[in-house]
């Protein structure tokens, strides 16, 4: 790494990320912590992550000490145990006392760019006169983020979408850019003139690749419903009724109970539920496939980690992420969104056809170097300098 100089600290940029916490395994967690780390590290940024959560809970992922976190200690997430009538108190409350001590805080560090990770703080952010550039940094595609299922809801549930809706479109229009992760996403943002596309950055570089020797197929996913692991077991049960001899292991965070359930109903033989694994590299590296099953992703991290280890990838083609890393056919194959016998198919093509296999495994690590973190970096260092430069 080249060393900072006292000109460069001099003039380094100041940039404020809001985040609720960082002491969770979370995709959002990693990589701000990841992109946050390096550009205060390579950059020579001065960088503040701003917390509302998690006070005295450290990072779960490494973070650079060159970066200062800031907690506002707010516990919204005391809201999550509270009836209607008290979490609608408690969460007015806490959103004012919010956006005070924010205001505080930014007026008196006066970065050059605020980015907000578009949860509590962006419905006041753009109204602080702090003097900062505002950037919104969305994690999942729109239809997906915050849904409040109004088609299915009550008359006033369906009301409040509608007026939730038209309000975040105006809070999005006054940021100077909102950075989603893929092209479709951006083009769903079709009220909004200052939408771009900077993907998320392969979390780190690994020190080995599998050899496609073992004869595994694994899956890194929380165990909720937006994954699809029901999907992945009841495609596997497909697969074992044609293959005896691949084995199926999952990783993740949640609870497992009702997936046990499942495969045991299904009959499963080969398939093994794990919890989360701290060793996600090796989890890779030990398998040959690896198989991505959500009903909608943000993007997708694991699916380029997988890549970087040498696995192509399985996946079903929801919104947004997968089709925007893999190369169908090429280093990896979509399925039909929600189709178990289109996963199972495809599963089975690359099983029983090695040659295949090993060449879209090549490709993988291939094309997955597009979204090392120097090069992603560098996207949002230009988006910084542009940004500041309009000052």
């Given at each position: 790494m080249k060393p900072i100089s006292e000109t460069q600290a001099t003039d380094a940029l100041k940039i404020v990320y809001v985040t609720p916490a960082l002491y969770m395994a979370g995709g959002v967690e990693r990589v701000l912590t990841l992109k946050a780390s390096y550009m205060a590290e390579h950059y020579g940024y001065d960088i503040t992550i701003v917390l509302t959560e998690g006070k005295d809970k450290p990072t779960f992922y490494p973070l650079s000490d060159?970066?200062?976190?800031?907690?506002?200690?707010l516990n919204f997430e005391e809201l999550w145990q509270a009836s209607?009538?008290?979490?609608t108190v408690l969460y007015l409350r806490k959103q004012h006392q919010f956006k005070r001590l924010l205001r505080k805080l930014l007026m008196s560090l006066r970065p050059d760019i605020t980015v907000s990770l578009l949860r509590r703080e962006i419905n006041f952010i753009n109204s602080i006169p702090d003097g900062s550039r505002k950037i919104g940094e969305l994690h999942i595609n729109r239809s997906n983020y915050r849904n409040y299922d109004a088609e299915g809801g009550s008359r006033m549930?369906?009301?409040?979408?509608?007026?939730?809706?038209?309000s975040l479109?105006?809070?999005l229009k006054q940021l100077d850019r909102l950075v989603v992760l893929t092209e479709r996403d951006r083009a769903s943002w079709v009220e909004l003139d200052n939408v771009m596309v900077i993907p998320d950055p392969l979390s780190f570089v690994p020190l080995q690749q599998s050899t496609l020797s073992n004869r595994r197929v694994v899956a890194v996913a929380r165990y909720?419903?937006?994954?699809?692991?029901?999907l992945l077991l009841q495609a596997w049960a497909l697969v074992e009724q044609q293959n005896d001899d691949w084995q199926l292991d999952i990783y993740g965070e949640g609870d497992r109970q009702p997936y046990e359930l499942l495969a045991s109903r299904l009959g499963l033989k080969r398939c093994t539920l794990h919890g989360r694994t701290n060793d996600v590299e090796r989890a890779y590296c030990e398998s040959s496939l690896f198989v991505l099953s959500s009903r909608f992703e943000g993007f997708g991290i694991v699916i380029v980690e997988a890549m970087a280890c040498g696995l192509p990838v399985v996946a079903f083609d929801c919104p947004w992420g997968p089709r925007s890393i893999i190369s169908n056919g090429e280093d990896g194959l979509l399925a039909g969104q929600g189709?178990?016998?289109d996963l199972s198919r495809l599963l089975l093509s690359l099983m029983d056809d090695p040659a295949r296999l090993t060449a879209m495994a090549a490709a993988a690590v291939r094309n997955v170097q597009r979204f090392r973190?120097?090069?992603?970096?560098?996207?949002w260092k230009l988006l910084f300098d542009t940004v500041k430069k309009s000052k």
């Open positions: 060159k970066v200062k976190v800031v907690n506002l200690d209607f009538l008290k979490k549930k369906r009301l409040f979408a509608r007026w939730w809706s038209a479109v105006s809070h909720s419903h937006e994954k699809g692991i029901d189709d178990v016998a973190i120097e090069r992603i970096a560098e996207q």
